[in-house]
């Protein structure tokens, strides 16, 4: 158990559908991330929050909408996703932005239909 | 675009062998140096960084810096079936503080 929990584990969806992904730290950490991961692909970085605040928007498409509501608390809202976007969506959290150690959630396999 | 490479394997091991994974980056001014192992189904989990040309050891794991080459290292001492799993080497980009990853190589340890 990493101190970082993340909800649901899997998620199968059409690609009109509306859902979203939580992620929840519980290690007083102040920095969190969302990363892409496809087969045989490196991690991909989507979204940087600090302190509530999004320093990192990596070009990603608008069907795609990141929220923080705090410190310890990271969604991911989708919708009208395309079946290239089906991946494991992995929440990542730091002590601070400057910290480079990340400690991952188990993360969210998604499937889009 | 800054980039990090790795050779995906299978890199397959007898049990107690040592076990080298390489990974080669290309951004020269990068500092930070970080390897992350990942089980199937599971998520990355930090197991060594290192900042300094030369080695770092870490009970059987040494990794292993060369930044003239832009080259980082991950050797895996008396390799145990349970080392089996997705390493994964990551680099802080120079001006960006956010580490880029490689695709990972997969280690298989059999007995």
């Known amino acids: 158990e990493t101190g970082v929990t993340q909800t649901p584990r899997h998620l199968v969806m059409g690609m009109t559908n509306k859902k979203s992904l939580k992620c929840e730290q519980h290690?007083?950490?102040?920095?969190m991330y969302w990363y892409k991961q496809s087969a045989k692909k490196p991690l991909e970085l989507m979204f940087v929050y600090s302190l509530e605040e999004r320093v990192e928007n990596n070009s990603v498409p608008s069907r795609f909408s990141p929220e923080c509501p705090n410190s310890s608390h990271l969604f991911l809202h989708l919708h009208t996703l395309q079946p290239e976007d089906s991946a494991l969506y992995l929440c990542?959290?730091?002590?601070?932005?400057?910290?480079?150690?990340?400690?991952f959630g188990s993360g969210t396999q998604l499937s889009v239909l | 675009q800054k980039e990090v490479e790795q050779n995906s394997g299978p890199l397959s091991v007898p049990e107690g062998a040592i076990a080298s994974l390489n990974c080669t980056y290309s951004d020269r001014v990068s500092q930070s140096f970080f390897w992350y192992r990942q089980y199937s189904g599971k998520s990355p989990e930090l197991i060594m960084s290192i900042y300094s040309n030369g080695d770092k050891e870490d009970g059987r794991f040494t990794a292993q810096l060369n930044k003239a080459s832009q080259y980082v290292s991950l050797l895996i001492r008396d390799s145990q079936p349970s080392d089996s799993a997705t390493y994964l080497c990551a680099v802080v980009s120079g001006g960006y503080n956010k580490l880029i990853f490689g695709a990972g190589t997969r280690l298989a340890v059999h007995p």
């Open positions: 290690l007083g950490h102040n920095a």
């Open positions: 990542a959290s730091s002590q601070g932005i400057e910290n480079e150690k990340l400690f």
